[in-house]
T-cell receptor, first 116, second 110 residues
Framework: ETGVTQSPTHLIKTRGQQVTLRCSSQ?????VSWYQQALGQGPQFIFQYYREEENGRGNFPPRFSGLQFPNYSSELNVNALELDDSALYLC???????????????FGPGTRLTVT | EDQVTQSPEALRLQEGESSSLNCSYTVSGLRGLFWYRQDPGKGPEFLFT???AGEEKEKERLKATLTKKESFLHITAPKPEDSATYLCAVQAVYGQNFVFGPGTRLSVLP
């Protein structure tokens, strides 16, 4: 059992609006990553947080931003929503550090965002 | 740029018909290769981590192997409950993120 939860499960927004998605990591996991998964594709890396600091970012514009809190919760914020932002948004937690170790990432069930 | 491709895109098997899924990767120094299973509408479920060429790992009907350029996920005598999308991902030595392939959609018919 991974213990990673996400809310809400589904969300419908209008183009131009802002959205906040939430994730609760597994206890003890200091690293959280966010991914965007379009239908029929593999997850695409958005960014990663380690101990409340962003320590890696994929090819996503600045309107995608995040926060990580000391209680193992985190947020993904997307401003000025576009139709192409419609996707499954996944968070993944791991006990990994920013060093050279490798740790598995454990995924939550995702939030399905639809932008109309 | 790190890249991962997977083949075939989709695979239909009869129950008990063994087969293999392929994951080919290009990465500047491999830290780890990961296999995940994803059911429709759900998040990926971790299966295996492989670190170096020649390494093998098994779990029930699944066996993952790794070479310097690709990984295989062998499915022996699959059952309908093995139907899912199987994702492969790599993590580079210098990076923190996982780079995922597009997945192989497996259907096992009874």
């Amino acid at each position: 059992e991974t213990g990673v939860t996400q809310s809400p499960t589904h969300l419908i927004k209008t183009r131009g609006q802002q959205v906040t998605l939430r994730c609760s990591s597994q206890s003890g996991h200091n690293t959280v990553s966010w991914y965007q998964q379009a239908l029929g594709q593999g997850p695409q890396f958005i960014f990663q947080y380690y101990r409340e600091e962003e320590n890696g970012r994929g090819n996503f514009p600045p309107r995608f931003s995040g926060l990580q809190f000391p209680n193992y919760s985190s947020e993904l914020n997307v401003n000025a929503l576009e139709l192409d932002d419609s996707a499954l948004y996944l968070c993944a937690s791991s006990p990994g550090t920013s060093g050279t170790e490798t740790y598995e990432q454990y995924f939550g069930p995702g939030t399905r965002l639809t932008v109309t | 740029e790190d890249q991962v491709t997977q083949s075939p895109e989709a695979l239909r098997l009869q129950e008990g018909e063994s087969s293999s899924l392929n994951c080919s990767y290009t990465v500047s120094g491999l830290r780890g290769l990961f296999w995940y299973r994803q059911d429709p509408g759900k998040g990926p479920e971790f299966l295996f981590t492989l670190y170096s060429a020649g390494e093998e790992k098994e779990k029930e009907r699944l066996k993952a192997t790794l070479t310097k350029k690709e990984s295989f996920l062998h499915i022996t005598a699959p059952k309908p409950e093995d139907s899912a999308t199987y994702l492969c991902a790599v993590q580079a030595v210098y990076g923190q993120n996982f780079v995922f392939g597009p997945g192989t959609r497996l259907s096992v018919l009874p």
